[in-house]
């Protein structure tokens, strides 16, 4: 294994492996979702599926931001970056997920004034310094990232800074966890839960997973060693018959989150009806709009915004690859066309997507499942 | 996308409430740090930095792992360009 060496106690994670196999038995099939995609890109690059055993199968979960934005999404936010006097600003990440008609990035190509940054806060700077220009942040993410951005409406509004605004995309895991959950092609015994996106919203939104589907939920570190011994404390409650939320990334995920954070979120944004994801489809209550206090600084309130909804390129098959239906080289254009250098779907686009993360580390060492 | 930087507290800002430097592996930047108000900060603690936010406290010793966390993921020159790129409380 590539990667073997930087772990930082390879006997540690050899007993632990160990200890797996054994609880894992034979005859049984185990299937655990990682819902975060940071999770994901760590199981690849350190070769972990390798440490598992066959009837341990690992389903990658859809905690990717991009991954999850539908393509509409992208049209819309692009619509407003060629309207007259404005700048887009958004994450590197963002940069390369393609529109309809291509990327932020080749549009910043073709001359539309689309900017990267790495804070919302920076967005905001733009404004104070381009008075003249009006400056949209193309607001993406979780719980991690959501905070930032209300923080950022906050202080553009105790500023006065009136040539700024928030296109928001943020949104929720548990309700896609609840509609993967609802969904009938996915049969899964539990979940490792995310770990930053806890730190903010703490553990107690997971219970109901345990509570009302008899699922173990582990939230899990991105170490080697956290990941494995998450899957381990899964297979314990699996085994004994339990279903509760653990919390194994104590260290940094308090319990009930960072109040000032889910204070902030709850200021700056409210929930919208419905929201639709990349390959899951409409799932009411999983997304945040800017709130009506905050009217002004909303980008979908002073903008014409097209409401675009496209079906992703007939040929690529995200959506079943997100809903872990389908395995990354499963689907047809994966390697071929959709490639990290040219990426067709959003999941080649991030590290934290499952095709990159397949693309980059495990397809030539994995036999592709038939 | 959720990438987490760990940072120490070198100054809290005189100029802007909420506001503090903090030094990655020798780089300086000003971050905000409302989010961790309920706990407060105070020079020398350690923080994970999300988008120009720290998120969390955390220990010395947690924050050497997170570092060499991230460059296990491939991921530690992308955590410095973001460091580096915070420029919303720089001076020009």
């Not at chain 1, 099939?29 to 990682?34: F, G, Q, S, T, V």
């Not at chain 1, 905070?147 to 500023?159: E, F, G, K, N």
């Not at chain 1, 899990?220 to 279903?243: K, N, T, V, W």
Request: aromatic share 8%; hydrophobic share 45%.
């Amino acid at each position: 294994m590539k990667y073997v060496d930087e772990f930082r106690d390879p006997q540690l994670i050899a007993n632990v492996a160990r200890e797996i196999a054994r609880l894992a038995g034979a005859g049984r099939h185990y299937r655990i979702m990682e819902v975060c995609g940071g999770h994901t890109h760590a199981i690849y690059r350190h070769g972990l599926k390798n440490l598992l055993p066959p009837n341990v199968e690992l389903i990658h979960g859809p905690g990717c931001p991009v991954c999850v934005l539908p393509m509409g999404r992208v049209d819309d936010g692009l619509a407003i970056a060629e309207q007259r006097d404005v700048i887009m600003a958004a994450f590197g990440d963002m940069m390369r997920v393609p529109g309809t008609r291509g990327t932020p990035l080749e549009h910043k190509a073709r001359g539309v004034d689309i900017r990267m940054v790495y804070s919302p806060l920076d967005a905001l700077r733009i404004a104070q310094a381009t008075p003249e220009k009006h400056v949209v942040f193309f607001a993406i993410g979780f719980e991690t990232t959501a905070p930032s951005t209300a923080l950022t409406l906050a202080r553009a509004r105790a500023l006065g800074v009136t040539n700024f605004s928030v296109f928001c995309n943020h949104v929720t895991i548990v309700p896609a966890i609840r509609a993967i959950l609802d969904s009938p092609d996915m049969r899964l015994d539990a979940f490792v839960g995310p770990g930053h996106v806890s730190t903010v919203t703490g553990c107690r939104p997971y219970e109901f997973i345990a509570r009302d589907y008899g699922k173990p939920v582990v939230i899990s570190g991105f170490e080697p060693l956290d990941i494995l011994e998450s899957i381990l404390m899964i297979l314990r409650q699996l085994r004994a018959g339990e279903a509760r939320v653990e919390n194994q990334y104590r260290r940094i995920v308090p319990w009930e989150g960072n109040l000032p954070a889910l204070r902030a979120i709850g200021e700056a944004f409210e929930l919208r009806p419905y929201f639709e994801w990349r390959g899951l489809g409409f799932i009411s209550q999983s997304a945040l709009k800017v709130s009506s206090a905050f009217a002004a600084w909303d980008a979908e309130v002073q903008f014409e915004v097209p409401g675009v909804r496209v079906t992703d390129p007939k040929a690529a098959q995200c959506g079943e690859v997100l809903k872990g239906v389908l395995k990354p080289p499963q689907c047809k254009l994966f390697g071929k066309e959709c490639n990290p250098e040219h990426p067709i779907g959003a999941l080649m686009v991030s590290s934290e997507g499952a095709c990159a993360a397949y693309y980059r580390y495990a397809y030539l060492s994995e036999s592709v499942p038939a | 996308m959720c990438l987490a930087i760990p940072g120490q507290i070198v100054e809290l800002s005189t100029e802007q409430a909420g506001l503090a430097k903090v030094d990655v592996a020798g780089v300086k930047r000003n971050v905000n740090i409302s989010l961790l108000e309920d706990e407060g900060v105070a020079s020398g603690d350690w923080v994970l930095i999300h988008v120009g936010f720290a998120m969390s406290k955390i220990e010395a010793s947690q924050a050497k792992d997170q570092l060499r966390m991230l460059a296990a993921l491939g991921e530690d020159e992308m955590a410095m360009d973001e460091i580096r790129g915070y420029s919303f409380a720089e001076r020009e």
